[in-house]
């Protein structure tokens, strides 16, 4: 079992060293097009060198260009987004002294948003109104933090307000992870004092897993106020969990 989980991790780390040699060497020359196919592809085989097999359940069509807000459970939940329909992430400032994930999500573009910080939130605010007229699709988790699995905390209103201005819509995504039977899957759970390296080996030593995303109905934003578009994400998310299970 030792062995076999040693295997496993070195493997996650080579991996994540070939990432952080993309992130340097290949995107700043990339073009979008070839950036969202690496980082598919590269999230994919991440997934797969933790046992954890992607499945989309049934849903809305995905929008090529929206705001897109998604339940937050694990630091997975970004590679498995972006394994099916890569983002522009907007993540909490923590994030980036995860060690080598943290670097890689810096270098995909990932947007840091420091906790209390008003000055910088605006600013932000504004560049990702600009992403998005653009033609891009950003995502953040409106939780603000991890929650446990089934549960949804508040969407916290304020980005949904640059879905307002750059007028295009929100779109739900709700995300579970489940073991072999159907129910949550216990390992992936990532809330109160667990670090990122006791997830990592969790996870590792853990049985297989099923990241199950559903992409739900658009909420169009046209004359909305963001508390508005806040509560119908986060009730959209909530009764897709509760179906799912």
């Avoid at 080579?14 to 990432?19: K, N, P, Q, S």
């Avoid at 983002?87 to 060690?99: H, L, N, Y």
Wanted: charged share 20%; net charge positive.
């Amino acid at each position: 079992m030792k062995i076999r989980l040693a295997l496993r991790l070195a493997r996650v780390v080579v991996h994540l060293v070939a990432g952080l040699a993309t992130c340097a060497l290949v995107f700043p020359l990339a073009s979008g097009a070839t950036r969202e196919r690496l980082t598919r592809r590269w999230s994919r085989k991440l997934l797969g060198l933790c046992r954890i097999k992607i499945e989309q359940t049934p849903g809305a069509p995905v929008l090529g260009h929206a705001l897109i807000v998604a339940n937050h459970v694990s630091w997975l939940d970004i590679f498995v987004i972006n394994a099916l329909h890569p983002c522009r992430f907007v993540a909490k400032a923590e994030i980036r002294s995860w060690p080598v994930l943290g670097w890689l999500a810096a270098g995909a573009g990932t947007v840091f948003i420091a906790r209390g910080n008003r000055r910088e939130l605006r600013h932000i605010f504004k560049g990702l109104v600009t992403v998005l007229q653009e033609g891009q699709r950003v995502a953040f988790f409106p939780e603000g933090t991890t929650s446990r699995q089934g549960e949804v905390l508040p969407f916290h209103a304020n980005l949904f307000e640059a879905a307002i201005d750059a007028r295009v819509a929100v779109q739900p995504y709700a995300l579970s992870y489940v073991d072999a039977s159907g129910a949550y899957h216990q390992s992936v759970d990532y809330t109160g004092d667990t670090t990122f390296v006791d997830s990592l080996f969790t996870i590792l030593g853990g049985a297989p897993v099923t990241a199950r995303l559903q992409p739900l109905a658009p909420v169009d934003a046209t004359g909305a106020h963001r508390r508005e578009l806040a509560e119908a994400a986060q009730e959209a998310v909530g009764a897709a969990l509760r179906r799912d299970m």
